[in-house]
């Protein structure tokens, strides 16, 4: 048991005790106590935690490399090696574009190649992005689909389509957002991988997932 008698005090800090080691029980367990998991729920996060970004700043331009600082005149990205190509990618149709959760908006580098770091596509969350047709001036990720973006799963609206409506509840930050911002959080259950854009890019294989998987299952092509 504690007691406050053996307590010392710091004359300029008033009301602050100053803990011996007479003291050091409680503090222990105090920290066991704050170690146990807490009820709090699940945490909310920021703005600043996930790099979230208003369509002003980009321009009222979708997220993607194409509208990104860190892309090589070459369509190579500074983060990575230049073994792996940020370029638009057309599959049956329908075009994807490259962007990562680094995005940087602004102008890519016209000058001579620059390379930062030598980071995984996958550290870098690197997808390829479909977009609403293809020959679009620019397209990649926004909150609600406008400006030829692709919208958003946590962009959420009261009626008619994301695209509509200027401006929506974001599920992850909780607050409201515009239909051409954009956040490090942003999905869609549609996305192309970097391994089937890269396949595409460097093979010209039109192969999708949809096709493996079914002549993974059926021992065929769909379709055939
Ligand atoms: S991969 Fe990421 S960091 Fe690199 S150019 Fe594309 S969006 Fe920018
Ligand atoms: S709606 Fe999506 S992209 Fe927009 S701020 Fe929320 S999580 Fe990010």
């Avoid at 909310?44 to 993607?64: F, G, K």
């Avoid at 977009?131 to 001036?137: I, L, M, S, Y």
Wanted: glycine fraction near 10%; proline fraction near 5%.
């Amino acid at each position: 048991m504690m007691s406050r008698e053996n307590l010392e005090h710091d004359s300029s800090r008033p009301g602050f005790p100053v803990y011996g080691k007479e003291q050091l029980p409680k503090v222990n367990a105090m920290r066991v106590a704050k170690s146990q998991p807490d009820f709090h729920g699940i945490p909310i996060l920021h703005d600043q935690n996930v790099t979230y970004t208003s369509a002003e700043a980009m321009q009222q331009r979708p997220a993607s490399c194409f509208t990104c600082a860190l892309m090589n005149f070459d369509k190579t990205c500074m983060l990575m090696t230049e073994k792996i190509t940020v370029d638009k990618v057309t599959i049956e149709g329908i075009e994807y574009w490259p962007r990562c959760a680094e995005f940087v908006p602004g102008e890519g580098n016209s000058g001579k190649r620059i390379q930062l770091t030598d980071q995984a596509p996958e550290q870098l969350g690197l997808i390829w992005i479909n977009a609403a047709k293809p020959g679009q001036e620019y397209g990649g990720s926004n909150c609600g689909g406008c400006d030829g973006g692709d919208d958003c799963d946590h962009y959420m609206v009261e009626s008619g389509e994301k695209w509509d409506n200027p401006q929506g509840q974001c599920r992850v930050l909780q607050h409201t957002v515009s239909c051409g911002d954009y956040c490090a959080a942003w999905w869609d259950d549609d996305i192309l991988d970097w391994q089937e854009a890269q396949n595409q890019i460097t093979n010209g294989n039109s192969e999708t997932r949809k096709k493996k998987l079914a002549r993974d299952i059926i021992g065929k092509d769909d379709g055939e």
